[in-house]
């Protein structure tokens, strides 16, 4: 069936895009004491050492804390009440779907919705106060037996995001539908040229390319207080050209980030208008 096209979609990275710190020392490792500093040694050793996916083997790391392996994911998706963001959020959520509440965008039913793809935990992001403004959380996934956590059920790696990208476009949401299914361009529902995503880095770069190249827009965040960060951005936007923006990871109102933000979104709002004009 066809569909009307006229869904704004933001995406977001969610580890040093919406927050300033890694979701897991946030939420689990403040909890059980767990030292950040050699457990991500530990991890890296594997991916080093062992070839492992990083994402697994940080999945595997956790799983060899015994307090951690007795949690089940209801537990987990709880303590992503303790999930720390950058300033301006959540508020800005609702703030800029508000940008569209107006007669000329719902005229035509224009609308804004948001997506977080992580390679953090789905269930802690599901569990935060993001999680009422969002349309879908994508993200690594432990599998349960007998109520507590048992093995690493999915990993969503870096390149593994853009796959998530398309099943947001073609709305395929659920993980037991086929995304690589053909898909004739007028049953898209967010076409890339009407989506915004929003990184942090070279993790990202496979999604900023994927939609940069589509039509649609991109914008790398850094944290102001991280030198390195912000090089990493400035390479991204100047240097590489992967992204059309740079911004401070500042979400409050007339913010370098939240001025992009809005801009961005309006201009596509005002081309799905004209469209369907």
């Given at each position: 069936?066809?569909?009307?096209?006229?869904i704004?979609?933001?995406?977001?990275?969610?580890?040093k895009?919406?927050?300033p710190?890694y979701?897991?020392?946030?939420?689990?490792?403040?909890?059980?004491g767990?030292?950040?500093k050699p457990f991500?040694g530990?991890t890296?050793?594997?991916?080093?050492d062992?070839l492992?996916?990083?994402?697994?083997?940080?999945?595997?790391q956790l799983l060899?804390?015994?307090?951690?392996?007795k949690?089940?994911n209801a537990?987990?998706r709880?303590?992503?009440q303790?999930l720390?963001f950058?300033?301006?959020l959540p508020?800005?959520l609702?703030q800029?779907r508000?940008?569209?509440?107006?007669?000329?965008y719902?005229?035509?039913g224009?609308?804004?919705e948001?997506?977080?793809?992580?390679?953090?935990l789905?269930?802690?992001?599901?569990?935060?106060p993001?999680t009422?403004h969002?349309?879908?959380?994508f993200?690594?996934?432990?599998?349960?037996r007998d109520?507590?956590?048992w093995?690493?059920?999915r990993?969503v790696?870096?390149t593994?995001?853009?796959q998530m990208?398309?099943?947001i476009?073609?709305n395929?949401?659920?993980?037991?539908e086929?995304v690589?299914v053909?898909m004739?361009h007028e049953q898209?529902?967010?076409?890339?040229?009407n989506?915004?995503?929003v990184?942090d880095g070279?993790?990202?770069?496979?999604c900023f390319?994927?939609?940069?190249n589509?039509?649609g827009?991109t914008?790398?965040?850094?944290d102001?207080s991280?030198?390195r960060a912000?090089?990493?951005?400035?390479?991204?936007?100047?240097?590489?050209?992967?992204v059309d923006?740079?911004?401070?990871?500042?979400?409050?109102p007339?913010?370098?980030?939240?001025r992009t933000?809005?801009?961005?979104?309006?201009e596509i709002a005002?081309?799905i208008?004209d469209?369907?004009?």
């Amino acid at each position: 069936m066809p569909q009307p096209q006229n869904i704004v979609g933001v995406v977001f990275d969610y580890d040093k895009t919406l927050s300033p710190s890694y979701m897991q020392e946030d939420a689990i490792f403040k909890r059980f004491g767990i030292e950040p500093k050699p457990f991500w040694g530990r991890t890296n050793a594997l991916v080093a050492d062992h070839l492992y996916e990083s994402e697994l083997a940080w999945m595997y790391q956790l799983l060899d804390h015994p307090e951690v392996a007795k949690l089940s994911n209801a537990e987990l998706r709880a303590m992503g009440q303790d999930l720390k963001f950058y300033p301006g959020l959540p508020d800005a959520l609702p703030q800029m779907r508000a940008l569209l509440d107006n007669t000329k965008y719902r005229e035509f039913g224009v609308q804004l919705e948001y997506y977080v793809v992580t390679s953090g935990l789905k269930e802690l992001v599901k569990g935060s106060p993001l999680t009422p403004h969002l349309k879908a959380v994508f993200g690594c996934e432990f599998d349960e037996r007998d109520g507590r956590l048992w093995r690493p059920k999915r990993c969503v790696s870096h390149t593994a995001k853009t796959q998530m990208l398309f099943r947001i476009s073609k709305n395929l949401i659920s993980m037991s539908e086929d995304v690589n299914v053909h898909m004739p361009h007028e049953q898209i529902r967010i076409p890339f040229w009407n989506m915004v995503y929003v990184g942090d880095g070279p993790t990202d770069v496979p999604c900023f390319a994927v939609v940069k190249n589509y039509g649609g827009k991109t914008i790398a965040v850094y944290d102001p207080s991280d030198d390195r960060a912000y090089q990493k951005c400035y390479e991204l936007t100047v240097n590489e050209k992967r992204v059309d923006m740079a911004a401070e990871a500042n979400y409050a109102p007339k913010s370098h980030l939240r001025r992009t933000l809005d801009r961005m979104i309006l201009e596509i709002a005002d081309k799905i208008v004209d469209s369907r004009r």
